[in-house]
């Protein structure tokens, strides 16, 4: 089968790579319907994280082709979508809506690579989650936003406490942004600041719910988001950046007992102890648990209630990839939709 190979920093290639099969009975193999590039891709396309003949992709969308014996929530021909993360969905920490930490987990973008026209996904039971039917096929590029950056942004604004009366403020204006935005929308948010920069995120950011734009940055942006606030701090910040500078201007921004929700990937970022303790906010983030979400995200985009695949804004065939990775680290897309 065709797939996606990135053999160092900026060589991204697409090449026969090896038919997967069931190996444990808890498998399911999926004939992928659509993929495409997250954000933290381009962390090893650009040398931070390493990359050696690495196999790519996390994010998945498709058709059960082949499924274990002990496989019994999906069956052969089913529609399904998966997180990022491998999980039981039986574990303490699972039962407790925390699969991204499940004691079984693993990264598909470590272990298996989407970025391909077939998958095989462990723990099928637990990770996959069978569509109510076949899709239309205009509802497939919101169905694939659900396995990764629609439920980061989700879990983003949860752990943000994003709810009725809030302000929630979002830094960050790429696709987990602005999934973040889409989901305080619905989460029924009273006001919705995007800190953004870019006229076209900008359009999207107001599509999906933003009440407001921000477009400075660092000191500056959080003296906007005071001034826009009565001087306090929104009381919900997303972060989905993962910078030094980001992380501040998260932080910064949100109000003495307000929550402030982690979902950018935070390579190098230093945080002094005395700045975390004054700031005297609620911390929680990392890798989303997506699983816990994707029953009613994907019922959402049945319903046709909620429309995150208007984030994807360049759609390239499989064989392009690397013209995918490239305008994305260009800053020229947003988010690109791989087709098979």
Not at 27 to 50: F, K
Not at 172 to 188: E, T
Not at 229 to 242: K, R
Not at 246 to 275: C, K, W
Request: charge should be negative; glycine fraction near 12%.
């Amino acid at each position: 089968m065709r797939g996606v190979v990135m053999y160092k920093a900026g060589d991204v290639r697409v090449e026969d790579r090896d038919v997967p099969k069931i190996i444990e009975p808890t498998d399911a193999v999926v004939r992928l319907t659509a993929t495409c590039i997250c954000g933290s891709d381009l962390w090893p396309y650009r040398g931070v994280e390493p990359a050696d003949h690495t196999a790519m992709g996390h994010e998945y969308a498709g058709v059960v082709e082949e499924a274990g014996s002990d496989v019994k929530s999906v069956k052969v021909g089913d529609f399904v979508v998966g997180s990022f993360v491998i999980s039981d969905n039986t574990c303490e920490i699972c039962r407790s809506g925390y699969q991204s930490g499940c004691v079984h987990r693993e990264f598909v973008a470590q272990t298996v690579g989407t970025q391909a026209e077939k998958a095989r996904i462990p723990h099928a039971d637990g990770t996959l989650v069978a569509t109510p039917g076949q899709p239309d096929p205009e509802l497939i590029p919101s169905l694939l936003a659900a396995s990764d950056v629609l439920g980061t942004g989700w879990y983003g604004a949860v752990a943000a406490g994003a709810g009725p009366g809030k302000t929630v403020a979002v830094v960050g204006d790429g696709a987990v942004g602005l999934m973040a935005i889409l989901a305080a929308q619905q989460l029924g948010a009273e006001r919705i600041i995007a800190m953004s920069r870019h006229p076209e995120r900008q359009e999207l950011a107001k599509f999906y719910g933003a009440t407001d734009i921000v477009e400075e940055r660092g000191d500056e942006g959080v003296a906007k988001i005071k001034e826009l606030t009565g001087g306090l701090g929104a009381h919900s910040v997303v972060e989905a950046v993962g910078t030094q500078e980001s992380t501040m201007q998260a932080i910064n921004s949100t109000r003495p007992g307000g929550h402030l929700g982690f979902v950018g990937v935070n390579y190098d970022v230093t945080i002094q102890g005395i700045e975390l303790f004054f700031a005297g906010i609620h911390v929680e983030g990392g890798p989303a648990p997506v699983r816990r979400f994707l029953p009613d995200l994907i019922q959402l985009i049945w319903d046709r209630k909620i429309d995150p695949g208007k984030v994807f804004d360049l759609t390239l065939p499989l064989d392009e990839a690397a013209e995918g990775y490239k305008a994305m680290d260009e800053r020229r897309a947003t988010k690109v939709l791989l087709t098979l």
